[in-house]
């Protein structure tokens, strides 16, 4: 299985909800990231996870709380988005960081 | 500290005609490379990678790249566009050590578009 899994497709939330946004990789990768993209720019880095720990936070607000429950999967828990935070969220996974595998990602609309 | 850039923003071709993606990086360390392509609305697919082996690098879909050390470049080609081939394309570069192991800086992308 060479194949990482987003959910959901698409989303839609207030800016008072709570939601959470899941990868999932069953290739044995031990880092797994989170990337923010918005329209026509190149993904940025958010989170790193190595290990299960999470060794890089690239200085991201604390309404979005990622969780590596274990080394397959990867939770964003969202909170009191704000609308500029709509965007293409994608996860990905690589074993020692070499080439990372790019999931389908999650559309996030923040209304 | 490592950039790349990308010397094209936009890149247009005809179906069957040659593709030539350009990309220029810096690295204080000897790098790993990538490109990756994205249709819209999609994630992003490895097309192919170097990692100090072989400086002429073959991935998927026919495209090819070689990196040019003397250069500083790593240019994206394919001989023949074919129409399934439009999308974006980013350029990536990895360092292969110091405190930004693991972070992939990339290039701001190049949209390719194909016409029949």
């Known amino acids: 299985d060479t194949e990482v899994t987003q959910t959901p497709k698409h989303l839609v939330m207030g800016m008072t909800n709570k939601k959470s946004l899941k990868c999932e990789q069953h290739m044995g990768h031990r880092a797994m990231y989170w990337y923010k993209q918005k329209a026509k720019k190149p993904p940025e880095l958010m989170f790193v996870?190595?290990?299960?720990?999470?060794?890089i936070n690239e200085s991201v607000p604390s309404r979005f709380s990622p969780e590596c429950p274990n080394s397959s999967l990867l939770n964003l828990h969202l909170h009191a988005l704000q609308p500029e935070d709509s965007a293409l969220y994608l996860c990905?996974?690589?074993?020692?960081?070499?080439?990372?595998?790019f999931g389908p990602g999650t559309r996030l609309t923040v209304l | 500290a490592q950039s790349v850039t990308q010397l094209d923003s936009h890149v247009s071709v005809s179906e069957g005609t040659p593709v030539l993606l350009r990309c220029n990086y810096s690295s204080s360390y000897s790098p790993s490379l990538f490109w990756y392509v994205q249709h819209p609305n999609k994630g992003l697919q490895l097309l192919l990678k170097?990692?100090?082996?072989?400086?002429l690098v073959k991935g998927i879909n026919g495209f090819e790249a070689e990196f040019k050390k003397s250069e500083t470049s790593f240019h994206l080609t394919k001989p023949s566009a074919h129409m399934s081939d439009a999308a974006e394309y980013f350029c990536v570069v990895s360092p292969a050590g110091g405190t930004s192991y693991g972070k992939l800086t990339f290039g701001q992308g190049t949209i390719l578009t194909v016409h029949p």
């Open positions: 990905a996974s690589s074993q020692f960081y070499n080439e990372q595998f």
């Open positions: 170097y990692t100090s082996a072989a400086t």
């Open positions: 996870y190595s290990y299960e720990k999470l060794s």
